[in-house]
T-cell receptor
């Protein structure tokens, strides 16, 4: 069964800290992996997309890595800010069947 | 920026009524997903289409839910009859598989069944 797991479920940090969000997935036959951000009551905003052939992607203070062999991806947020407070979702697009499966998300709170 | 458009944004209906949610995918995208989001279950995949053909609808309760793509610019999700447990936010997403791009989500339809 294709499953995606995110740890931790919730995280609270003081402003300025660097932090790492984790995503693990079963079945290494992935097409790509996408990280999203969701603010309360809002839709999903794409942050980073990593193809199966890539090891990492960067956008500003965000860096996402992918290790297919271990079934893991991490989202690194540098110098966190209160505006980074949101739920972060990892989604794996699998080759077989083409499903896009989401983890349960990590709810991040950055305190001023 | 190109966007996925979902209508209506909010819908309140009585139990037993038919509900239709619509999604306009980004022009040129060949894949459309429907998801349901609740606090308890998170994002659940209901159905998806590629080139308008349904690929998988195993996530939908078949007796009351149906999903279609009558043309490339419109995807619909219908619930008949609706039940209070269907209350959730329904999201549509579109993407172009094979081009190395990701998926874009609509703003969702918040459904409340009373």
């Amino acid at each position: 069964k294709q499953e995606v797991t995110q740890i931790p479920a919730a995280l609270s940090v003081p402003e300025g800290e660097n932090l790492v969000l984790n995503c693990s997935f079963t079945d290494s036959a992935i097409y790509n992996l996408q990280w999203f951000r969701q603010d309360p009551g809002k839709g999903l905003t794409s942050l980073l997309l990593i193809q199966s052939s890539q090891r990492e992607q960067t956008s500003g203070r965000l860096n996402a890595s992918l290790d297919k062999s271990s079934g893991r991806s991490t989202l690194y947020i540098a110098a966190s800010q209160p505006g980074d407070s949101a739920t972060y979702l990892c989604a794996v697009h699998y080759n077989q069947g083409g499903k896009l499966i989401f983890g349960q998300g990590t709810e991040l709170s950055v305190k001023p | 920026d190109a966007r996925v458009t979902q209508t209506p944004r909010h819908k309140v209906t009585e139990m037993g009524q038919e509900v239709t949610m619509r999604c306009q995918p980004i022009l040129g995208h060949n894949t459309v997903f429907w998801y349901r989001q609740t606090m308890m279950q998170g994002l659940e995949l209901l159905a998806y289409f590629r080139n308008r053909a349904p690929l998988d609808d195993s996530g939908m309760p078949k007796d009351r839910f149906s999903a279609e793509m009558p043309d490339a610019t419109l995807a619909t999700l219908k619930i008949q009859p609706s039940e209070p447990r269907d209350s959730a936010v329904y999201f549509c997403a579109s993407g172009l598989v094979g081009q190395g791009t990701g998926y874009t989500f609509g703003s969702g339809t918040r459904l409340t069944v009373v």
